[in-house]
């Protein structure tokens, strides 16, 4: 079935080591999206590609990097993680003209 | 920034009874959407609804968009143990710039004891 794929689904880094987070989608969607979800609080949206535009929201912080080498697959960078990065992050897709979005499972990310 | 809210927050019920979860905002959204999250897993979208006053149902679920399309109710009929998880409503302004960019609420998290 056409789908979005993270990997891992579980993650236990270091502080300050820097990890990566990877989503593929099998869906062909233009758009993929990176969000943020802390226990007990609403997803939070740090980036997204519009293809391979790429729009970083405001607030997103600098520690927080993202690649998409092609249509299939993006990456999520954290280049020093902090004990306050440790969260689910959700990956999500959507077509360009549709509201519908499509997320894969997460990476529950631990620092140690 | 458009502001979701939802309430209650937590919720725990027994097997067989009713509830309605709210989701109010002081913006004008062009869409909302409903997604369940269950634990380790990501928000799986349930419905979209579009029109001011729509109605959808989804078995025994029952979704609201409100008149001015600024809140939303979802109720569930009859609830079993496996409508457990996390309710998520999301607003969104409209695809701009080709993209969507939706305002999630906390979620509501549901528990229905069996």
């Known amino acids: 079935d056409a789908m979005v794929i993270q990997n891992p689904r579980y993650q236990v880094t270091q502080f300050g080591k820097p990890v990566t987070l990877s989503c593929s989608q099998t869906l062909n969607h233009n758009v993929m999206y990176w969000y943020q979800q802390k226990s007990s609080q609403a997803p939070k949206l740090l980036f997204h590609?519009?293809?391979?535009?790429?729009?970083n929201e405001a607030d997103t912080p600098d520690n927080f990097q993202s690649r998409r080498p092609n249509t299939s697959f993006c990456f999520l960078d954290i280049r020093s993680p902090g004990l306050g990065d440790a969260a689910m992050y959700l990956c999500?897709?959507?077509?360009?003209?549709?509201?519908?979005?499509?997320f894969g499972s997460g990476t529950q990310l631990s620092v140690l | 920034t458009q502001l979701l809210e939802q309430s209650p927050q937590f919720l725990s019920i027994q097997e067989g009874e009713n509830l309605t979860v709210y989701c109010n905002s002081s913006?004008?959204?062009?869409?909302l959407q409903w997604y369940r999250q269950e634990p380790g897993e990501g928000p799986v979208l349930l419905v979209t609804?579009?029109?001011?006053?729509e109605v959808k149902k989804l078995k025994r679920l029952t979704f609201q968009f409100g008149d001015a399309r600024k809140d939303s109710s979802l109720h569930i009929t009859a609830a079993q143990p496996g409508d457990t998880g996390l309710y998520l409503c999301a607003g969104a302004p409209g695809v701009i710039g080709g993209y969507q960019k939706v305002t999630f609420g906390i979620g509501t998290k549901l528990q229905v004891i069996p």
């Open positions: 913006s004008v959204f062009s869409s």
């Open positions: 609804v579009v029109t001011g006053g």
């Open positions: 999500a897709t959507s077509n360009k003209g549709y509201e519908k979005l499509f």
């Open positions: 590609y519009y293809d391979k535009d790429f729009n």
